[in-house]
């Protein structure tokens, strides 16, 4: 009997751009999974724009025969219309600098960059811990730095920096990302003393509805989570290391 091959499933490729790391995959937008193993390449030292457009080329390249339509990628810096705007932890050519097209240039693909924490909470909304609540959700990265991203009812705004706040005058994320934590060798009760001042400083401004936690240290939340206090609920990522390939995914799909 002849047999017939079943169609290649084709996903929207998501990339999302670290400090240490730029990892993409194949995205299947109607559950969030993604539809092959991730690539991850070391983010080039320093991280110029062009040395990053040929790994994010490579990694477009390497999907070509399982995605279609434009592509998302996150930056971890502020980005408006395509252009990046703030550089705090990569290198300070990104800034002022048109993305979307320097990607569209050196792949001859569509793009749309975004804002890695902004992306992770539109992942997390849509398909893991934000799914089932109506309302203000609040999304924090701690990682190199502090990322945040908000959503109410589902709609997420770009340029929202609160890993910047000031706290004794120093930016938060120099006391409370989970880098200052390695960088001072502190326990994870040390570093949560200073994580609970943070998260006092942001519910003096905002009322979420729910208070999502990602980044690496959000995989280890049993050590640190129980020790928080916070107003909102407050709960791990679900959709871990994954977030950001799958928001910028998401984002590539409504350009
Ligand atoms: C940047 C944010 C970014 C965060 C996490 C911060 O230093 O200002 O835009 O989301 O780091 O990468």
């Known amino acids: 009997m002849a047999t017939t091959t079943p169609p290649?499933?084709?996903?929207?490729?998501?990339?999302?751009?670290?400090?240490s790391g730029i990892k993409g995959a194949p995205v299947d937008l109607t559950t969030g999974e993604l539809l092959a193993d991730r690539l991850r390449i070391p983010t080039p030292q320093p991280s110029r724009p062009?040395?990053?457009?040929?790994?994010?080329?490579q990694i477009t390249e390497h999907f070509a025969?399982?995605?279609e339509g434009p592509v998302g990628v996150t930056?971890?810096?502020?980005?408006?219309?395509?252009?990046?705007?703030?550089?705090?932890?990569?290198?300070?050519?990104?800034?002022?600098?048109?993305?979307?097209?320097?990607?569209?240039?050196?792949t001859g693909r569509s793009f749309s960059?975004?804002?890695?924490?902004?992306?992770?909470?539109?992942?997390?909304?849509r398909y893991g811990a934000g799914r089932h609540v109506?309302?203000?959700?609040?999304?924090?990265?701690?990682?190199?730095?502090?990322?945040?991203?908000?959503?109410?009812?589902?709609?997420?705004?770009?340029?929202?920096e609160f890993g910047h706040v000031r706290i004794d005058g120093v930016d938060a994320e120099v006391n409370a990302?989970?880098?200052?934590?390695?960088?001072?060798?502190?326990?994870?009760?040390?570093?949560?003393?200073?994580?609970?001042?943070y998260l006092e400083h942001i519910e003096n401004m905002i009322w979420p509805d729910l208070i999502i936690v990602g980044g690496g240290v959000s995989e280890k939340a049993e050590k640190w989570l129980p020790k928080i206090k916070?107003?909102?609920?407050?709960?791990?990522?679900?959709?871990?290391?994954?977030?950001?390939?799958?928001?910028?995914?998401?984002?590539?799909r409504q350009k």
């Not at 309302?135 to 705004?157: K, P, V």
């Not at 916070?230 to 590539?252: F, K």
């Open 50 to 57: 062009e040395a990053v457009a040929e790994i994010v080329k």
């Open 230 to 252: 916070t107003r909102a609920p407050i709960v791990p990522a679900e959709l871990t290391n994954e977030a950001g390939i799958v928001g910028a995914a998401l984002i590539a």
């Open 177 to 197: 990302s989970a880098n200052a934590r390695d960088r001072e060798g502190w326990s994870w009760s040390q570093w949560t003393k200073r994580v609970n001042v």
């Open 8 to 19: 290649k499933r084709l996903g929207t490729l998501g990339i999302d751009i670290g400090g």
């Open 134 to 160: 109506d309302g203000m959700i609040l999304m924090l990265t701690f990682g190199t730095g502090i990322g945040s991203g908000l959503t109410y009812r589902g709609i997420s705004m770009p340029g929202i």
């Open 65 to 67: 025969d399982l995605c």
């Open 75 to 106: 930056f971890p810096g502020v980005v408006t219309g395509g252009v990046t705007r703030t550089a705090a932890n990569v290198d300070k050519r990104w800034i002022g600098l048109d993305a979307d097209t320097l990607f569209e240039e050196a």
């Open 113 to 125: 960059v975004i804002n890695d924490a902004q992306a992770a909470v539109m992942a997390e909304v």
